[in-house]
């Protein structure tokens, strides 16, 4: 079985805990993962959000027409305001 199988056939239940299991470090059983264990199985996440999800509930989806961290969408063009020291 490839990549690309194993990916086909992972259902939401299987997805949910690959997903669980890659943000907790742990197993369900509370074994830790390897660092190849993490890096497949997320891979494995990020393939099955690909085939199955909307790019909005991905993993790392960023939404480009919220406001930023100075309250401005990016989509706003204001006056550049040179700042003052007094």
């Not at 890096?39 to 085939?51: M, P, W």
């Not at 993993?59 to 961290?69: D, L, W």
């Amino acid at each position: 079985m490839n990549f690309e199988q194993l990916i086909a056939s992972i259902d939401a239940d299987t997805y949910q805990r690959l997903k669980t299991a890659v943000e907790l470090g742990k197993w369900p059983n509370g074994q830790s993962l390897t660092r190849e264990q993490k890096e497949l199985s997320l891979q494995a996440v990020i393939a099955f959000e690909t085939r199955n999800l909307p790019p909005e509930q991905r993993t790392g989806y960023i939404e480009r027409n919220k406001p930023t961290a100075c309250g401005h969408s990016d989509d706003e063009v204001e006056e550049e305001v040179p700042l003052r020291w007094e």
